[in-house]
Structures are given as C-alpha cells and as structure tokens.
C-alpha cells in the first residue's frame, strides 16, 4: 500500500507542475478590467503591483489555460487524497517535492530558455532536502487518532498562521518575491491543513464510521482549507513565478503536515532524538533551496535590474 501511495504521489506531482505553469500563464497574461482595451494582455498582465480583485479573478477563470490547469490540480488533488488513505502523512506527502524540477524543466520549455545554474541548484537543493526527509522518515511513522479537541486546537493554529501570512502576502510590499514567498507560505499552510485533516478523517472513519460528527467536521475543515489554498495560490501566481510557488508548496505542505501528524496522529512517536535533528536540517536545506530559486529565478532577476536605475536616480 505505501508503494502504490507514493506512485499516486509521483502522478499528482505531475499533475500539479503542469498545473501550475498552466494557471501562472493565465494569472499574469489576463488583462485587468480595469486597464484600457488598447493595451495587449502580456503588457497589463506583467504588472504585478496591483493585486487581483473580484473582476480580474473572474476574467482569469474563464481562460482555458486556467481551466485547464484546474482540472489538473483537481486530478492531483484526488490521487493525493488517496494516497494519504493509504499510508502515513510523513511518507506519502514530501513525494510531491518532485513538482519543483518539473516545474522548473516546464516553464524553460515555454519560455524557450534554459535555466540558470541559480535556479537548477535551487531546485537540485530543494528535491535532496525533502527526499532526504522522505527516507529519514519512513522508517519510525506510526498513526493513531486523535482527539476531536487536539484536532481543534492544533487546526485553529495552523488557520492563524495561513491568516498570518496571507495578510502580509496582500499588503503591497516593494518587492514582489517577498509577496509570493508570503502567500504561498500561506498556500502551503493551508494545504498541509489539509493533507492532515484529511488522514484524520480517515482514521477516525475506522473507528467512528464515515458519518460521525468528528469525521464530518474534519471533512468541512478540508474544505475550507482547500477554498482558502485555491483562492491564495492564484495571489501568489499573479505576484512570482509557478517553480518558486511550487517550491514554497513542496518545502511548506510537508513541513506543515509532518508537524501535525507529530502532533494530533502521533507519526513522531517512534523517531529517535537524533532523526528530529536529521530531519530539521533537511528541512533547512530544502528551504535553502527555495530562497535560492527564488533570488536566481530570472523574473526576480529582471525586477532588481529594472529597481537598480530607480534607486540610483533617487541617491
């Protein structure tokens, strides 16, 4: 069963590259309703300072890009789901790190550029430190149920953090990087959210029987989680580039429902002192990895040379 969950795994991190090169091409090609009809979309979506409101988002899902790349994300979304029923969060979740070369190796093809040997170490980093975690992990991950009171407390936190960061994602920082990194934190909360909530369901399912009051209240919690993830990624598109978005995700989501599965599934029970620290420091790689793709990334490249000749012009 673990292998055919990480095999489900390796699909939907296809499926959410794909998806989320899809959706950035559409997030940031749509002209704002606001702008005037004479300009052409590449010029009105490359403005990133202005952040997307009700109208430009619904233009934006009407796009087939958009629409393509969300019925994408739903297949991967479901063949994840059913692969956290069938093994622990710690081991089945991390998988997904593969979407960042994925991504990475997609956009260069669109865009018709190799990458640069910043953003390849970026991702090289990013994959080693989370298939580090990965292995680190499988070994001592153990599931129980938890309480419906634990769940709460440990739900309403992660939602304070997605709150957190969601809000210093949408205040308009000068640097745009800073704003992405920001709202696909929030995204990658969110999502990890669910991933637990989701193994939570499951457990408590066997024990409670799939319409119990728990199971049901775990069930609506994903929802929101997945609303609030969906609403926040486009955010997080409109402001960066997808690898460095799915990178947040890939180094987030794990870190968040690892976290939570210690917490409310007891999956750290069994791991001895030092494999804590093994796994702090893979994390530490995989997020160095991420803020490295993120300087090298050449969309971040290019806002800091059109910055240099303002900053100069103003000293």
Known sequence: MTYLAVGLTLFGAVCFAAASVLQHHAVTTTQHPDESAGHDTAAAGSGRGRHLNFRHLLAI???PRWLQGAGLAAIGSVVNGIGLLLAPLRVVQPVGVLAVPLAVLMSAWRSRRAPSAGVIV???LTVAGIALFVLVSEGSATTTTPSAA??????????????????????RHRNGILRCLALAGAVAAAYGLLSALVRVAAQAAKEDGIFSPFVLGCAGAALVAFVVGAWLIQHAYHAGAPEIVIACLTVGDPLVAVILGAVLLGEGSNTPLADWGLLGLT???????VFILAHHHPEAVAARAQREPVEAAGS
Do not use: D, E, H, K
């Not at 992660?158 to 969601?166: D, E, I, R, Y």
């Not at 994390?283 to 990895?289: E, I, N, R, S, Y």
């Open 61 to 63: 899902i009407r796009r």
């Open 122 to 124: 970026g991702a090289v």
């Open 150 to 171: 634990r769940t709460v407390i440990a739900g309403a936190a992660t939602a304070g953090l997605v709150a957190l960061l969601g809000v210093a994602g949408m205040l």
């Open 283 to 289: 994390a530490a790689v995989a997020a160095a990895g």
